[in-house]
């Protein structure tokens, strides 16, 4: 195997943890999270909404099935950084194509092993995500410390600049995933635009599974740009970073309030409540997993959903005649989705659409379908 390189993660606190590198060489700043998923590494890489962050795995090996050009929530990873406790440099399953250290190394993303994740994991959980840097390069632990501590976070970046597409597309692909198969493209009975604040492809999957046609527009797009494709609803995707700092996102959605139907996920939930008057603020611990509860507050059931988001919609800036409260996070109480039936809209915190993470919440995108048919929304689980 050769001579193996080292690699340390400096946090804001002056904690060092120093391991081996298994990525590119190299320097990587950012704010250090976690994320529970057992799978689904690939797809996490891959999801925009991890811009600027540096992803922890709390499942002890990761990289056992390797990497494929399907597993992939968009074009390259957008994570800062990754940290796993063990490597697993043999890729064991029939649909591998390339081991997890040959496509980070290809992707020039800096990843460390051989830590104490539980330690870093409990460090973050009783003191709050902090910032830090990943580092191949020769220089000292104080030097590494001040680097994490001059490092921007989150808070005031727009970074859904930095993730967006450039131009409008079609969404022409199939639907969703069963059992490696994908599910075929059925006739399109609505015309949904889809704003990018760093979509996930599983969401355009399951639009397309529900018979959308879809068409993905800049997150910059003006609503009378939109409002002139006539479409049947608007979608508002997942994407990264803090909410507030996405003034023109704010501004475009407020324009479209009870023009049509709307559906948020995630970034879009948070737009959507700051578009309608409500505040966001930042998480001490942030929610990235597949095993966070929601329950929903009409039917009190309760369902296990994929989550990735450091920011939330203040609960207390919400409700009132036109806006109920529809789900709540059974961990810490926070806001998780609300809805207006008189404005046409309904979001959620966290991800119906999955990949990696259990499919509770799958039923909402009919729920989308169902309001832009009938223009009510049918509570349905």
Known sequence: MGLRRTCRLALEDGSIFAGYAFGASGEAVGEVVFNTSMTGYQEILTDPSYRGQIVTMTYPMIGNYGTNAVDIESCRPFVAGFIVKSLSRLASNWRSEECLEAYLNRHGLVALEGIDTRALVRKLRMQGVMKGILSTEDRSDAEL????????????????????????????????????????????????????????RNILRNLVDEGNQIKVVPASTPAEDVLKEKPDGVFLSNGPGDPAAVKYAVENTRQL???????????????????????????????????QPAQNLFTGKVEITAQNHGFCVDIDSLGGKDVVLTHKNLNDGTLEGFQSESLKLFAV??????SPGPHDAGYLFRKFSRLMDTGKLVEES
Request: hydrophobic share 35%; glycine share 14%.
């Open 257 to 291: 309030l009870g023009k049509i139907p709307l559906f948020g996920i995630c970034l879009g939930h948070q737009i959507l409540g700051l578009a309608l008057g409500g505040r966001t603020f930042k998480l001490k611990f942030g929610h990235r997993g597949g095993n």
């Open 349 to 354: 915190q966290y991800h119906p659409e999955a």
């Open 145 to 200: 410390v001040e680097a994490a501590r001059q490092s921007p976070g989150l808070e005031g970046i727009d970074l859904v600049k930095e993730v967006t597409v450039e131009e409008p597309y079609k969404w022409e692909d199939e639907g969703t995933f069963h059992l490696g198969a994908q599910a075929k493209r059925s006739k399109a009975k609505r015309r949904v635009v889809a704003y990018d604040f760093g979509i996930k």
